[in-house]
């Protein structure tokens, strides 16, 4: 079971960049997908996480109105599109699988996830 990665690049502030995770191996669409990020010197932290199943999804505040997750159930692929990129937003990104029930405070931390795939770059300039 494989997450792969992929959008990641340098961009400035206003500029948007939209985010690739593809899952290899086996089928996800009974998991809850979601990004964390970890920017430089801090831990790694919450981003969005989407249940097709549950029908629900949840966005840090810092993103809310700026990012969106979406998903290709056919290319079992995730993908993150974020506007409107602030300094702030400058990390590595993680997407992430796994299926703790809906309700549970894990979705919303890296400890709630089974699969990971391997970071990529997002920098946002001034």
């Known amino acids: 079971v494989q997450l792969q990665a992929s959008g990641g690049g340098l961009v400035q502030a206003g500029g948007s960049l939209r985010l690739s995770c593809t899952a290899s191996g086996r089928t996800f669409s009974n998991y809850h997908m979601a990004w964390f990020r970890q920017p430089p010197g801090k831990e790694r932290e919450f981003v969005v996480v989407f249940s097709s199943r549950a029908g629900g999804t949840i966005y840090a505040d810092s993103v809310k109105g700026r990012f969106t997750i979406s998903r290709d159930r056919a290319q079992n692929t995730a993908y993150l599109q974020m506007n409107n990129l602030k300094p702030e937003d400058t990390a590595v990104y993680f997407c992430?699988?796994?299926?703790?029930?809906?309700?549970?405070?894990?979705?919303?931390?890296?400890?709630?996830?089974?699969?990971w795939g391997q970071g990529t770059q997002v920098t946002v300039s001034s």
């Open positions: 992430a699988a796994g299926n703790r029930p809906w309700g549970d405070s894990s979705i919303v931390r890296p400890s709630g996830y089974y699969y």
